[in-house]
């Protein structure tokens, strides 16, 4: 069984997901600014692939049903992840101490803003679906 998420969980998640790549994008131009600084480790944020665990770990589970504030909880949920930012101290590429390669970290800040843009008109459509449901529904 798939997690199936409802209407009003995917703002919820999407802004999750815009929050870590602005984190992100806010982590590349540290270390983009930080290309000639000796001894200088780059960091990456990890959000993606903390969400795949979620969903392999929790997409073929059932969501608890409660019928009595003493039954045990749903304590877990997609909005509980966090992005975590992970400092690269396993490989050097200069003599400096410094592992920034400019070129790689100007791909991924380009790529990070794309997606950052796609799920920005992700959440235009979420809102725009609820709109339409709630103008529809007074008709």
């Known amino acids: 069984m798939k997690y199936v998420m409802d209407i009003f ?5 999407l802004k999750k997901y815009m929050d870590a ?12 600014a930080n290309v000639d600084t000796p001894n200088f480790k780059r960091s990456d944020v990890v959000f993606e692939d903390l969400l795949k665990n979620y969903l392999k770990e929790n997409g073929s589970k059932l969501p608890l049903s409660t ?7 749903n304590t877990w949920s997609m909005i509980d992840i966090k992005p975590k930012i ?13 592992n920034v ?3 790689k ?15 920005a008109e992700q959440v235009q459509r979420q ?13």
Do not use: C
């Open 9 to 13: 969980e995917m703002p919820g998640l």
């Open 21 to 32: 790549k602005w984190l992100r994008h806010e982590v590349l131009s540290n270390n983009i």
């Open 67 to 73: 019928t009595n504030e003493k039954h045990i909880q």
């Open 86 to 98: 992970i400092v690269q101290n396993d490989r050097t590429l200069r003599n400096d101490g410094n």
């Open 101 to 103: 390669d400019i070129d």
């Open 105 to 119: 970290e100007m791909v991924e800040l380009a790529e990070n803003a794309l997606s950052y843009n796609i799920i």
């Open 127 to 139: 809102f725009s679906l609820l709109r339409s449901a709630i103008t529809e529904g007074r008709r």
